[in-house]
């Protein structure tokens, strides 16, 4: 009909637009799911509904998403997804993979009015489409959902939209773009850099990876140090001009790589305890099993987008976390009394109490499981170092002890900043104060009744070896370390916020002041600093529960020089009986493993499989892409004998140099 109306029913549309077939519009999403696909709550169709006054139906977490049943998931109303090209909708169209609707595109006979139409548009397609093919994306599905993206995959995704604007003369600044990619990946992304650096635009980008900076046709190395240490420009050039800058860290590291293994690596048998996973389906996961030996450092690996951490995060953080707590032991509790068994009887628990997966086993040797990562030890001033990782309450007594302290009946509470009458009343031992700024954002001054020390005036009358609370708050690690070496209660985790780097840091250090890596470096202190070295305890593994720690690229934000430090100590926590569950790109991480888990062979619905599980050994034996990046990359950065047989007696040393 001409008309857009119909005789019959009397219905008629709206002239045709391109926003009706968005399902970001109102004028093209589905009314009932508002373009997600999913049923969602009554409160965001209709926000001026109180939500305190209606049974909510939103989804509860770990719940499944429900298919919108108006539109069957397609997101868009019935009168979109009416139109037809060639008999299909847009939303067909939507389902296909970024290549499978390339081929579409390039098989499409164009003639006549169709083809003047569409002789623009197909040429766009076809580029763009080219574009995410060749930034390894091609399997991909037009209508995928950015939440369910990796980072790497969103990376790209950023990436192949400006390689596809064309424009010149720009200035792109990138900070760490290899997040998130395995190394396979990295090389698409140098390639990209460079094709838009040869299309007359400007590339800056903040980078610890070393390949990037080999590539890079000038590098300013800033420095020497970290924190107050650094700020300086200490070489600037190509690698090989850094390499031979003796000032240089990074022209060390590039010069002196690291050599593996750092640690002996420990064998892993089929006595070897373990938690094994079975009938893992959860998002691109294809009914895979995979096994993680308990008391070992464990590294699953594989390309962008092939499942590590639906499987590492999702299904096995997720269900320990429950079985091993709370939740799971009263599960554990109710299942047992029905059965008539000890509470404390070892199971294998039915898909229905676990979330993608049919079969979790042995996990019973779990005692606790913690996920180490990148945010912040807290979000006020007021949150540091010193109070995090819990030596600020010995410190606070010792002060009690002096015999100011004693003479005015001071206790601990009085030298404490968050509450009491020795903080500073005007910031309220924040240190500083917020000034509300019209139409622009808050302003954070440092405090100018107690100069930033917190405290007032008279507490700070109190001082112990000379120095006032105030003092030891701006010490800074190293300096505290000697300081406090009387008090092994203190000087212990001293030593190790020293021992993984991070003696710069004053023990006051405002933790919103702190990088993600630095504030997991610090979670990794306070757990390290809980280890009995003692050598009858570990003798006793697995006699008693243990922790599992999760991390999820642990060396985001570190250079070359703290990921060896890092390694450290994950080995360190491996040595007290603990298990490291690791998902990582870095190859020197991978290098270190006693087991890798790897998931492949690709990305999104050609990934999701187990492609290899075992020693670093075994894969180096494979046609996997982690096989094959490792033996590049030990090729170069291989030692025929462990450099490091105890790390308790040798973290020093590697600190040092």
Same mark, same amino acid.
């Given at each position: 009909?001409?008309?857009?109306?119909?005789?019959?029913?009397?219905?008629?549309?709206?002239?045709?637009?391109?926003?009706?077939?968005?399902?970001?519009?109102?004028?093209?999403?589905?009314?009932?799911?508002?373009?997600?696909?999913?049923?969602?709550?009554?409160?965001?169709?209709?926000?001026?509904?109180?939500?305190?006054?209606?049974?909510?139906?939103?989804?509860?977490?770990?719940?499944?998403?429900?298919?919108?049943?108006?539109?069957?998931?397609?997101?868009?109303?019935?009168?979109?997804?009416?139109?037809?090209?060639?008999?299909?909708?847009?939303?067909?169209?939507?389902?296909?993979?970024?290549?499978?609707?390339?081929?579409?595109?390039?098989?499409?006979?164009?003639?006549?009015?169709?083809?003047?139409?569409?002789?623009?548009?197909?040429?766009?397609?076809?580029?763009?489409?080219?574009?995410?093919?060749?930034?390894?994306?091609?399997?991909?599905?037009?209508?995928?959902?950015?939440?369910?993206?990796?980072?790497?995959?969103?990376?790209?995704?950023?990436?192949?939209?400006?390689?596809?604007?064309?424009?010149?003369?720009?200035?792109?600044?990138?900070?760490?773009?290899?997040?998130?990619?395995?190394?396979?990946?990295?090389?698409?992304?140098?390639?990209?850099?460079?094709?838009?650096?040869?299309?007359?635009?400007?590339?800056?980008?903040?980078?610890?990876?070393?390949?990037?900076?080999?590539?890079?046709?000038?590098?300013?190395?800033?420095?020497?140090?970290?924190?107050?240490?650094?700020?300086?420009?200490?070489?600037?050039?190509?690698?090989?001009?850094?390499?031979?800058?003796?000032?240089?860290?990074?022209?060390?590291?590039?010069?002196?790589?690291?050599?593996?293994?750092?640690?002996?690596?420990?064998?892993?048998?089929?006595?070897?305890?373990?938690?094994?996973?079975?009938?893992?389906?959860?998002?691109?996961?294809?009914?895979?099993?995979?096994?993680?030996?308990?008391?070992?450092?464990?590294?699953?690996?594989?390309?962008?987008?092939?499942?590590?951490?639906?499987?590492?995060?999702?299904?096995?953080?997720?269900?320990?976390?429950?079985?091993?707590?709370?939740?799971?032991?009263?599960?554990?509790?109710?299942?047992?009394?029905?059965?008539?068994?000890?509470?404390?009887?070892?199971?294998?628990?039915?898909?229905?109490?676990?979330?993608?997966?049919?079969?979790?086993?042995?996990?019973?040797?779990?005692?606790?499981?913690?996920?180490?990562?990148?945010?912040?030890?807290?979000?006020?001033?007021?949150?540091?170092?010193?109070?995090?990782?819990?030596?600020?309450?010995?410190?606070?007594?010792?002060?009690?002890?002096?015999?100011?302290?004693?003479?005015?009946?001071?206790?601990?509470?009085?030298?404490?900043?968050?509450?009491?009458?020795?903080?500073?009343?005007?910031?309220?031992?924040?240190?500083?104060?917020?000034?509300?700024?019209?139409?622009?954002?808050?302003?954070?001054?440092?405090?100018?009744?107690?100069?930033?020390?917190?405290?007032?005036?008279?507490?700070?009358?109190?001082?112990?070896?000379?120095?006032?609370?105030?003092?030891?708050?701006?010490?800074?690690?190293?300096?505290?370390?000697?300081?406090?070496?009387?008090?092994?209660?203190?000087?212990?985790?001293?030593?190790?916020?020293?021992?993984?780097?991070?003696?710069?840091?004053?023990?006051?250090?405002?933790?919103?002041?702190?990088?993600?890596?630095?504030?997991?470096?610090? /979670?990794?202190?306070?757990?390290?600093?809980?280890?009995?070295?003692?050598?009858?305890?570990?003798?006793?593994?697995?006699?008693?529960?243990?922790?599992?720690?999760?991390?999820?690229?642990?060396?985001?934000?570190?250079?070359?020089?703290?990921?060896?430090?890092?390694?450290?100590?994950?080995?360190?926590?491996?040595?007290?009986?603990?298990?490291?569950?690791?998902?990582?790109?870095?190859?020197?991480?991978?290098?270190?493993?006693?087991?890798?888990?790897?998931?492949?062979?690709?990305?999104?619905?050609?990934?999701?499989?187990?492609?290899?599980?075992?020693?670093?050994?075994?894969?180096? /034996?494979?046609?996997?892409?982690?096989?094959?990046?490792?033996?590049?990359?030990?090729?170069?950065?291989?030692?025929?004998?462990?450099?490091?047989?105890?790390?308790?007696?040798?973290?020093?040393?590697?600190?040092?140099?």
């Amino acid at each position: 009909s001409t008309l857009r109306a119909c005789p019959s029913c009397n219905s008629s549309f709206p002239e045709l637009d391109p926003r009706l077939f968005s399902y970001n519009s109102k004028h093209g999403w589905c009314t009932n799911c508002c373009g997600t696909g999913v049923d969602i709550p009554k409160w965001m169709k209709e926000p001026e509904v109180d939500v305190a006054e209606m049974e909510f139906s939103g989804l509860e977490e770990g719940d499944d998403e429900v298919v919108c049943t108006a539109c069957n998931g397609q997101r868009l109303n019935p009168t979109a997804l009416a139109v037809r090209y060639k008999n299909h909708s847009i939303a067909a169209y939507s389902k296909l993979s970024v290549d499978e609707f390339a081929r579409y595109v390039g098989d499409l006979k164009l003639v006549g009015r169709e083809a003047e139409i569409g002789r623009d548009i197909v040429s766009e397609l076809g580029s763009r489409l080219a574009f995410l093919h060749d930034v390894g994306l091609g399997y991909l599905t037009l209508e995928r959902g950015a939440p369910t993206l990796s980072g790497g995959e969103a990376q790209r995704i950023r990436l192949a939209s400006q390689l596809g604007s064309n424009l010149r003369g720009v200035c792109y600044v990138l900070d760490e773009p290899s997040i998130g990619l395995h190394p396979r990946d990295n090389g698409v992304l140098l390639d990209m850099l460079n094709a838009l650096r040869d299309k007359g635009n400007t590339v800056v980008v903040v980078e610890h990876d070393e390949e990037t900076i080999r590539r890079a046709d000038q590098v300013l190395d800033l420095g020497p140090g970290a924190g107050t240490r650094g700020g300086l420009l200490v070489a600037q050039g190509n690698a090989t001009t850094l390499m031979a800058d003796a000032n240089s860290v990074t022209g060390r590291c590039l010069r002196e790589p690291l050599l593996h293994p750092l640690h002996q690596r420990a064998a892993v048998d089929d006595d070897t305890p373990a938690i094994e996973v079975k009938g893992a389906s959860l998002h691109n996961l294809k009914h895979v099993s995979a096994r993680l030996p308990l008391g070992r450092l464990a590294v699953v690996t594989g390309v962008s987008g092939s499942g590590k951490s639906t499987l590492a995060r999702d299904i096995l953080h997720t269900n320990l976390k429950r079985l091993v707590g709370n939740d799971g032991a009263t599960e554990i509790k109710r299942q047992s009394k029905t059965a008539k068994e000890p509470s404390t009887s070892r199971r294998t628990l039915s898909s229905s109490d676990l979330l993608g997966c049919d079969v979790i086993t042995g996990w019973q040797a779990v005692g606790r499981v913690l996920e180490v990562d990148q945010t912040p030890i807290g979000k006020t001033p007021r949150s540091c170092p010193a109070t995090y990782v819990g030596f600020w309450d010995t410190i606070r007594k010792l002060f009690a002890e002096t015999e100011t302290a004693k003479l005015r009946g001071w206790g601990a509470g009085r030298f404490s900043f968050n509450t009491g009458d020795g903080r500073c009343p005007a910031c309220e031992g924040a240190g500083q104060q917020t000034i509300a700024m019209n139409f622009l954002a808050d302003v954070k001054v440092l405090c100018d009744v107690c100069d930033g020390k917190r405290f007032n005036a008279e507490t700070l009358t109190a001082t112990w070896r000379d120095k006032s609370i105030a003092d030891v708050l701006a010490m800074e690690v190293d300096e505290a370390v000697g300081f406090f070496a009387a008090h092994p209660s203190i000087a212990h985790p001293l030593k190790l916020l020293q021992d993984v780097g991070l003696g710069y840091l004053t023990l006051g250090q405002p933790s919103p002041t702190l990088s993600g890596g630095e504030a997991q470096r610090i /979670k990794l202190v306070t757990e390290l600093a809980k280890v009995k070295t003692d050598p009858a305890a570990r003798a006793a593994r697995f006699k008693q529960p243990h922790t599992l720690y999760v991390l999820d690229e642990p060396t985001v934000g570190l250079h070359m020089a703290d990921v060896e430090k890092l390694i450290v100590v994950l080995h360190r926590l491996v040595e007290a009986s603990n298990t490291v569950l690791v998902i990582e790109h870095d190859l020197d991480v991978m290098a270190e493993a006693d087991w890798l888990v790897d998931l492949g062979p690709e990305g999104g619905e050609q990934g999701g499989n187990v492609v290899y599980q075992g020693s670093v050994a075994g894969i180096l /034996k494979t046609d996997t892409h982690t096989g094959r990046a490792l033996r590049n990359f030990l090729d170069r950065h291989s030692r025929a004998t462990p450099r490091i047989t105890s790390s308790d007696s040798h973290i020093s040393k590697l600190t040092e140099k």
